[in-house]
């Protein structure tokens, strides 16, 4: 019975200041979120419920990082109120451990570390999507039209706007001028000068009409073509003049969300792992390409023929896939500089010292015709044995056995391992023209394959950053989940060694183990981005540093000691500060 009413106690004791502390830690991140994004929204004329849309989705993506920071507040400031006003003690005496105690507090822990994970899985994604595509739409929206007195106006495209004088009534206009480059392309420059007027919105706010009176519109038309025939300047006074604009361009619009999917932001857990397998498949292509463009120019070279994708299957005529003793036969290369180079030095090279191979021929069927007779050739007695002497069969086994040398010597892959005169004697077999156009097919084959592969070397390092962050994500997701259980193991074992309570020192000393997990993960992220350590052990790096520290806090306040020991560094400091004294004295002896 003891037991349920201390878990109730303590229960009521967390739920109040862990709720403050949580909104106090949401406001406090959200108003860091609006001074980043403070330039685009002001002067946007956007509605209240738009911002508090945006506000909205952003709350939500501050869930994960909120929860552990009101966690320790919430736990440092319950037990060190209880250590400060005894009742912790008390527990103690009556034979309940601190882990007792803590024990509702662990499975709050635990509880807000599944809704961490929850909201960083599942709903986090959606709302960064909302937010991600609002926030775009808005980037993109005019600001809100102002014409003010003696200012020009370029808010709307290919026109400038000056108004010399403006009433009260926001109105009536005078003194206006216009610049009007709407045919600027064909060299066309106009100019609207009017005394007085008016400016009004019209169906709906969709429209921008301004009504000018007693004015002249300029026309001056530049030389343009071959001919530069001189055109006139043209001048016209008008009694009424209205020019409407369009306001369409100063709306909120709205994106197709879709556009903003592949986000890591946006990404759950299992969409992280999918762009991870997909970015190690890219990365295996495009060293396919590179491998197989360099094959491209080393015919005797094999190249790599693995399918990573449906889309770079080899695909095979209907005659391929019915032939039975269809293999795979090596294509001849489309490269023209290959095909040149490989032709240039066949035209000196007999067909005598290397044959030409033939490529296996499709297999067909033939139908025996009906009115073929056979004939049987069979002997109707067997041979008779012929009975060699020994010398007779000595000389055929030496017969047979020079013929099989020679057949061996004559072999291609012989005949190959002999001694190479080298390049330079096969080049000096050239004559001129062939010799110059050998180099410049071989220099162009070289230019080939150095840029592809300085190509590659320069979109890699992106991809593999690109995978990288995808991997840190995914195990951060699970990291700040599990911080939210190591920071109950640091808040409220420190609460019961500092035994203050409130909101003062309490937060001082929750806030230096907050920065320094922000630290630590800011840290982290940078080191996994520069390829130092591997990105999933970056993502668990904070929750490895912080649990050591945790169970030594734990420890130390079961034990009801200090954070620090003191009386050691204290004896330390005595032992050195005597044998200090001790070296003076003795030296003043020995002066004496």
Known sequence: MIFKRLDKLMVKSFAGPFVVTFGIAVFVLMMQVLWVYLDDIAGKGLGFFTVLELMAYKCVGLV????????????????????????????????????????????????????????????????????????????????????????????????????????????????????DHTKASTGDLGQ???????????????YFVMKLYDGYQYSERRNTGKNRSSLPFVRTHFESYTK????????????????????????????????????????????????????????????DTTVYREKFAPEFSAEEEGDPNFRTRETTDTTADQSSIKTTVDQKVSTE?????????????????????????????KPKKVVKSKDEARAELVYRQE??????????????????????????????????????????????????AQSTLRILPGVRESRVKHIYDLHMKYSMALVCIIFIFIGAPMGAIVRKGGFGYPILVSIIFFVIFIILTIFCRKLAESFVVNAAF??????????????????????DAKLVNTDAINQLFQWVKGR????????GAQVQ
């Open 64 to 179: 994960p990082l909120a929860l552990p920071l009101a966690l320790l507040i919430s736990s440092v400031m319950v037990l060190g109120g209880m250590a400060e006003h005894y009742e912790l003690s008390s527990f103690k005496s009556a034979g309940t451990s601190l882990l007792r105690v803590m024990r509702p507090l662990i499975i709050f822990g635990v509880i807000s570390s599944a809704v961490s994970f929850t909201c960083a899985d599942y709903i986090i994604p959606a709302a960064n999507l909302q937010f991600g595509a609002r926030m775009y739409d808005i980037q993109q929206k005019k600001p809100t039209l102002s014409m003010e007195p003696g200012v020009f106006n370029d808010d709307f495209s290919q026109s400038a706007i000056r108004l010399g004088e403006r009433s009260d009534n926001g109105r009536d206009i005078a003194d206006i001028l216009i610049y």
């Open 192 to 206: 609207i000068v009017a005394k007085t007027g008016e400016m009004y919105a019209e169906n709906g706010g969709d």
């Open 244 to 303: 409407v604009f369009d306001l369409s361009q100063f709306k909120l619009g709205k994106t197709n969300e879709t556009l903003f999917r592949t986000n890591r932001s946006m990404l759950a857990t299992w969409q992280l792992q999918e762009g991870v397998d997909s970015i190690d498949i890219d990365i295996a292509v495009r060293k396919q390409t590179i491998s197989n463009h360099v094959v491209n120019y080393l015919p005797l070279a094999r190249k």
């Open 353 to 381: 010292t290397r044959p030409q191979r033939k490529l296996p021929q499709p297999f067909t069927r033939t139908k025996t015709p009906n009115n073929i007779v056979r004939i049987n050739n069979a002997p109707t007695e």
């Open 403 to 452: 013929q099989a040398k020679q057949r061996a010597i004559d072999n291609q892959l012989v005949r190959r391992a002999r001694d190479w005169p080298g390049m330079e004697s096969m080049m000096d077999s050239l004559d001129k023209t062939t010799f110059t156009r050998v180099i410049n097919r071989a220099r162009s084959a070289s230019r080939s394959i150095t840029s592809q």
């Open 538 to 559: 970056a993502g668990w790096l904070p929750c490895v540093i912080l649990f050591p520290v945790s169970l030594y806090i734990t420890s130390r306040a079961l034990k």
């Open 580 to 587: 200090v004294k001790k070296n003076k004295t003795g030296d």
